[in-house]
């Protein structure tokens, strides 16, 4: 079992001026937005030998992840933090039999849950949420209640078998996956006021529709789906692909088209006090077709014309050209004849993950709706979707671990591990959005990469954690 605690308050801090708060009539502000995150995990295993040619094994695990006061901080007030929960359980079984001297079956089922809300928090506000572009956004939050429930069951059975200098693999999967979604529900409806003038205009009557955008929830926020999938597989180990330069290449293809084409290479070693595992790829993703709303991973962009996809023609959200990611785990073994100093520099394990990514393509956008599709933020003239990239990111994590004897089986294990070692700024995220006039003509200069945007987060700052584990 382990437990963390994070307070990250810091991460949200409230840049608002107190004549901005007072102008929109808002109450005044906290210098931050009381964020912290808990995160549980638990992992159980038991292996079983039922006999010389069967063996079991089972496992269960879960995560949990509390975040209250999410959101918030910058140019949005404190009612509109919602508390983020994330629950997710699962649980296996394998059953490994040997069929003679060169078969094997292996026989896995497998189940899985996730459970992600995000409801409201004791900050929350209860009137209307509203946005004044680039000023304030105060309010009920704009993404509660929201939420969705997954459950995934799986049952798998290959078989393997040794001929030769080949090893060759074939079997079937089953899945079936249950679905519930809850989007946020804006019945009473949420507005995007240009400035605060025009927000005031609005609000006492003398200029009634001088905001940019209304949206409002209509019908049912939830709908559940499920799915069965099924599939078989045949696998040859020492034989050539037909085009060796690819690992894979996949398409996806429906009244749209997707392509992603890459080249893998790994190097894995493990030799007396060292093993290390190192994957580089090269790739590029390109569609015309957004991932837009709750079913896909990562929300992109609205359509900007339906009649016409290739209008939106570009990089995929995940279109990450290099990307070297690595593991290393060192034990050495020094022999000295000093018996203190021999204890001192052995029963040592030092471990590094290396991450050494290209940045992620992110889309500029305008303050405006100028398709009139209901859909705000479309691109200004002249620039493409996902036409711009995130700086690149390196970042290399270290963990130190010794066990020292206390009587019999008993041992206590000192932990020691760091986050982003060589403490290097990552860029996360930008606020990518630009005021543009009413033909999406840009009003001012903009920015030629992802730094010069004036509102940036960033991944975390070097971070050291030490911990104890005593085991008996």
Known sequence: MERTFRDLSQQRVITLTPAVVAQAGVQPQPAFVPFSQTALFYIGKVDYVINGANRLTARFMRFGNEQPGNAGGGTSTIDTTYDYHDDMNSGAAQLVSTLGGTKLNELRVQYANRNTSR?????????????????????TPFDIPAGFEQ??????????????????KVGGDIQAVSDWRQTQEIFSGSYTFPTIVAYLAAKDGSKPYGYTSFAQTVGTPNYSFSSKLFSLFAQVSGATRMDPRFNSISVVQSNAWSTYRA????????????????????????????????????SDSARSDPTNLDRD?????????????????????????NAFVNRLLNENQLGFMLQLNSGLPFTLTSNRDLNGDGNGSDRPLFVGRNSMYMPNRYNVDMRYSRYFPVHGNMRLEVIAEFKNVFNIVQLQSVNSTVPVDTAGNPLSMVPTDAWGFSSQSGFEQREFQLGFKFRF
């Open 119 to 139: 409801t409201p928090s004791p900050f929350s506000g209860n009137g209307q949420p509203i946005r004044i572009t680039g000023v304030i956004s105060f309010g």
């Open 313 to 337: 023609q570009g990089p995929n959200l995940l279109d990450s050209r290099h990307n070297f990611n690595g593991s290393i785990v060192a034990q050495p073994s020094i022999p000295l004849k």
């Open 263 to 298: 080249i893998t290479l790994s190097l894995s070693r493990q030799a007396r006090g060292l093993q290390f595992n190192v994957n580089y790829s090269y790739g590029k993703g390109i569609d015309n077709a957004p991932a837009h709303g709750n079913l896909s991973f990562v």
């Open 151 to 168: 459950g995934i069951l799986q049952v798998i059975d290959n078989v393997s078998w040794i001929r030769g200098s080949h090893a060759f």
